[in-house]
């Protein structure tokens, strides 16, 4: 009798493991934050137990319960899409995103015009976790700085693939259901977008063109507001930039810009001396696009900008000015 009952209490104590490994997910096995999701199920519950997620530098960091006091400079834009304040804004000197200061005017501004801030100066947010958009500010010893504060997630680079790295971002922060939620409502506003243009501007091209202190470009349908008129509306680019991701733009190529709508972007105000040579000079005036009126000039912040609500008000202006 003593010998059944044994052998019947290792058999319950082997159901009871395999019950709790499948009820908690393979917890410490994450290859990768965008290929393992958590498992805490509703979001509204937060994530149970602690997860394990290696970043896009190899780094392996641990996080137990759900964040509450998150850092993560140049990815507000994604934080508020997940229905979070992060506990300070990214800021060039005083100015931080405008378009998004509405939500963040209580959020205190860390400036990061020379450089991450200290450990020092980050300590006193008591952040709990810290997530990086691009490998450049993990250099110079930051990240190991940091990740002494709290667990250190590293991005290569975020405003690569926008929609990956809020699905990332979900997961980190036990927000996965917001993240479907806030992609699916991008997904149906493209799609709208994309049958209105087509309506009324069907073939197309268009060409972005960046004035900045350094010089003028033709911006590319790889990244920021050109990757969300070619790679999502399916807006062709002018031929100029098809195989660039930039394009430098002289008054000798102007001439080559085959554009119908062109877009004018004068980043952060540093291009209006640029701008007012090489658009009253002749040749630009004997653009087609310019003569028809076709040319305008957008928002630099949300059109230099990388995260859905800035993708969202991209697409407004664009279903705007070439459909409406």
């Not at 790889?222 to 680019?237: D, K, R």
């Not at 658009?279 to 009126?293: L, M, N």
């Amino acid at each position: 009798m003593l010998l059944c009952l044994a052998l019947a209490g290792s058999m319950l104590a082997a159901c009871g493991t395999d019950s709790v490994q499948n009820a908690s997910g393979q917890v410490g096995t994450n290859q990768g934050a965008a290929e393992v999701p958590r498992t805490g199920g509703n979001a509204q519950e937060g994530p149970q137990g602690e997860q394990t997620f290696k970043d896009d530098l190899g780094h392996e960091i641990q996080i137990s319960g759900q964040p509450e006091r998150v850092f993560a400079p140049y990815l507000e834009d994604s934080l508020l899409k997940l229905g979070i304040k992060p506990v300070a804004q990214w800021s060039n000197g005083n100015l931080g995103h405008s378009y998004l200061q509405e939500e963040l005017q209580d959020v205190p501004k860390l400036d990061f015009s020379g450089g991450a801030p200290s450990s020092e100066v980050l300590l006193s947010y008591n952040p709990d976790l810290i997530i990086l958009h691009t490998s450049n500010y993990a250099g110079d010893g930051v990240y190991e700085n940091y990740s002494k504060i709290a667990p250190t997630y590293v991005f290569n680079n975020a405003a690569g693939d926008v929609e990956k790295s809020l699905e990332t971002l979900g997961q980190l922060v036990g927000k996965t259901e917001e993240a479907k939620q806030a992609l699916a409502s991008y997904h149906q506003k493209v799609g709208e977008a994309k049958a209105a243009i087509e309506k009324k501007a069907a073939g197309k091209k268009v060409a972005v063109i960046r004035f900045a202190a350094k010089g003028v470009s033709v911006m590319g349908g790889n990244y920021l507001c050109g990757y969300v008129l070619n790679q999502h509306l399916g807006i062709e680019m002018t031929k100029l930039t098809e195989n660039e991701n930039s394009l430098n733009l002289s008054l000798e190529i102007l001439p080559e810009l085959d554009a119908d709508y062109i877009f004018v972007i004068n980043a952060y105000g540093q291009g209006t001396d640029r701008m007012k040579e090489m658009t009253e000079s002749s040749i630009w005036k004997g653009i087609p696009a310019v003569q028809q009126g076709h040319v305008y000039e957008v928002n630099d912040e949300y059109w230099l900008g990388s995260g859905l609500i800035a993708y969202e008000k991209i697409i407004d202006d664009t279903v705007k000015l070439m459909a409406e």
